[in-house]
C-alpha cells in the first residue's frame, strides 16, 4: 500500500516527507488491513497543520489532527493521537474475542 502525501498552501522538504512515510508505514503494520494512508500539510493563517487518514475495512477512518509551530512537531502530535485509536481498537477487539 502507499501512503500519499499532500502539501496544501507550502511546500515541505523531502526529510520531512520521507518521516511522514515512515510513520505511515509504522501505523499500516499495526493497522488490520488497511486500504489507504494520506498525509496532509498545510499552512494555516500561520498555524502548521498536520491531517492524518487511515482508512480500514468496513468504512472505518482513523482521522487525527494537530496545529503547532511547526510541522515536524504537528506531525509527532498526530502521530500520537492515531496511535491512540489504533491502540484504543486493539484493545477493543483483543477485549471482544476474550469475551465470547
Request: glycine share 2%; with cysteine; charged share 40%.
Given at each position: 500500500?502507499?501512503?500519499?502525501?499532500?502539501?496544501?498552501?507550502?511546500?515541505?522538504?523531502?526529510?520531512?516527507?520521507?518521516?511522514?512515510?515512515t510513520i505511515m508505514e509504522k501505523?499500516?503494520?499495526?493497522?488490520?488491513?488497511?486500504?489507504?494512508?494520506?498525509?496532509?500539510?498545510?499552512?494555516?493563517h500561520g498555524e502548521k497543520v498536520v491531517e492524518?487518514?487511515?482508512?480500514?475495512?468496513?468504512?472505518?477512518?482513523?482521522?487525527?489532527?494537530?496545529?503547532?509551530?511547526?510541522?515536524?512537531?504537528?506531525?509527532?502530535?498526530?502521530?500520537?493521537?492515531?496511535?491512540?485509536?489504533?491502540?484504543?481498537?486493539?484493545?477493543?477487539?483483543?477485549?471482544?474475542?476474550?469475551?465470547?
Amino acid at each position: 500500500m502507499r501512503t500519499i502525501v499532500t502539501a496544501r498552501h507550502c511546500e515541505i522538504s523531502d526529510e520531512l516527507r520521507a518521516k511522514a512515510e515512515t510513520i505511515m508505514e509504522k501505523f499500516v503494520k499495526l493497522a488490520s488491513r488497511p486500504l489507504s494512508a494520506e498525509v496532509i500539510f498545510d499552512a494555516d493563517h500561520g498555524e502548521k497543520v498536520v491531517e492524518l487518514k487511515l482508512s480500514l475495512p468496513r468504512g472505518q477512518v482513523k482521522v487525527a489532527k494537530a496545529e503547532a509551530v511547526s510541522f515536524r512537531s504537528a506531525l509527532d502530535r498526530a502521530a500520537d493521537k492515531i496511535r491512540r485509536q489504533l491502540d484504543k481498537e486493539e484493545r477493543r477487539s483483543t477485549h471482544r474475542s476474550t469475551v465470547e
